[in-house]
């Protein structure tokens, strides 16, 4: 079975420091990962995804991703960190492809962003 | 373009009574997927929708159902309500042959 550790459930930085979002995953065949957002009150927005291609995925509003699969790791950075950037980040597996398969997310991590 | 749309906003309801949330898809995405976001959780898969039919379940009790039309528009249906059933339902959308699902807003329920 898949599932997904999301180590951190509140991570918060200053303005302009560095983001580091933690996500472990579990799976017995190669999976597909995303990153996504929740701003309050809202749904989520994919920030970005990994689909077997480079293992350095780059998303929208700075942010990127590096797959390790000897850690089976796949974590969220920003070199900088901005004031709009908090909000929750959700991590997701699919076996399938997010077309034919759920979506398996973790619990999520609150970023809180400090001026 | 439009985006997910999924209606009602909010809603509240008292334990026992039925529900209906609804969603409308991007244009030319042909898939529904339901999730249940409780508060504090990550999303949970309820089931997803393909050609009018169920192609797959998350594990999720038969009180909730669902609905997928011609123009691909779906309703999720909750029965009996519980007060477990309070919650976010996310609906997301995906076109054919794609591995990306695209979320609505959500609806958010209540139950008294």
């Known amino acids: 079975a898949q599932s997904v550790t999301q180590l951190g459930s509140h991570v918060s930085v200053s303005e302009g420091a560095l983001v580091l979002l933690r996500c472990n995953y579990s799976?017995?065949?190669?999976?597909?990962l995303f990153w996504y957002v929740q701003y309050p009150n809202q749904g989520l927005q994919l920030l970005l995804k990994y689909t077997s291609a480079a293992t350095l995925v780059k998303g929208i509003n700075g942010f990127e991703a590096e797959f390790k699969k000897s850690e089976t790791s796949f974590h969220l950075t920003k070199p900088s960190a901005h004031m709009s950037d908090a909000a929750e980040y959700f991590c997701?597996?699919?076996?399938?492809?997010?077309?034919?398969?759920?979506?398996?997310f973790g619990k999520g991590t609150k970023l809180s962003v400090k001026p | 373009d439009a985006g997910v749309t999924q209606s009602p906003t909010h809603l509240i309801k008292t334990r026992g009574q039925q529900v209906t949330l609804r969603c409308s898809p991007k244009?030319?995405?042909?898939?529904v997927s339901w999730y249940q976001q409780a508060l504090g959780q990550g999303p949970q898969f309820i089931f997803q929708y393909y050609e009018e039919e169920e192609r797959q379940r998350g594990n999720f009790p038969d009180r909730f159902s669902g609905h997928q039309f011609p123009n691909y528009s779906s309703e999720l249906n909750v029965n009996a309500l519980l007060l477990g059933d309070s919650a976010l339902y996310l609906c997301?959308?995906?076109?054919?042959?794609?591995?990306?699902?695209?979320f609505g807003p959500g609806t958010r329920l209540t139950v008294l």
């Open positions: 997301a959308s995906t076109p054919r042959e794609y591995n990306e699902q695209f």
């Open positions: 799976s017995s065949v190669p999976p597909y």
């Open positions: 997701a597996v699919s076996v399938y492809g997010g077309s034919q398969g759920n979506l398996i």
């Open positions: 244009s030319g995405h042909d898939t």
